[in-house]
């Protein structure tokens, strides 16, 4: 939450050591990290989000009495990730990514429930399915040996059957 950088041009080496160790303690210490979902991967760089944390933990810090549930109403301090699924008219959430072809990855698809979606947003459309869907659909592609071994899969000309999945 906290810059960690040695802000010095001076070689590591050269450092002293006490400002090292106070370095290395700053960088590690649990109150200057936040986990995000892989969903949201960068967001916790941008200096936005990092306020909203700090400003949401230090209400919490408060000594304000608490009550022992959170109302059912309660509001989440930061958004859901990903949009709601509007071809299937639930409110399942999208992992959704850029790409500038149709490419799929599978550190998203894999981590995902047969019924969830994930978005593929592309500068030809965006093509949406659930996982599901995709093993139906691209069965070719998950057995395939270059998706097992790079984690991902391409087509340099899209085919006929994804079309259904544009949004």
């Keep these: 939450m906290d810059g960690v950088g040695l802000r010095t041009r001076t070689p590591p080496e050269q450092v002293s050591l006490g400002m090292l160790e106070e370095h290395l303690r700053h960088l590690l210490s649990p109150s ?34 608490r009550p022992a549930a959170p109302a059912p109403q309660a509001a989440s301090p930061m958004p859901t990730p990903g949009p709601t699924n509007p071809r299937r008219g639930a409110a399942l959430r999208a992992s959704s990514y850029k790409a500038t072809r149709l490419l799929f990855r599978a550190e998203v698809i894999e981590g995902l429930a047969d019924d969830q979606p994930f978005r593929i947003e592309t500068p030809d459309g965006t093509y949406e399915m659930t996982r599901a869907e995709f093993l139906d659909t691209f069965a070719n592609v998950a057995d395939s040996n270059t998706y097992r071994s790079t984690r991902q899969y391409s087509y340099s000309t899209t085919p006929a059957k994804a079309r259904r999945f544009l949004i």
């Design 32 to 65: 200057n990290h936040f986990a995000v979902p892989k969903a949201w991967a960068g967001l916790g760089e941008i200096p936005e989000v990092i306020e909203v944390i700090r400003t949401y933990d230090a209400q919490s810090c408060e000594d304000a009495p």
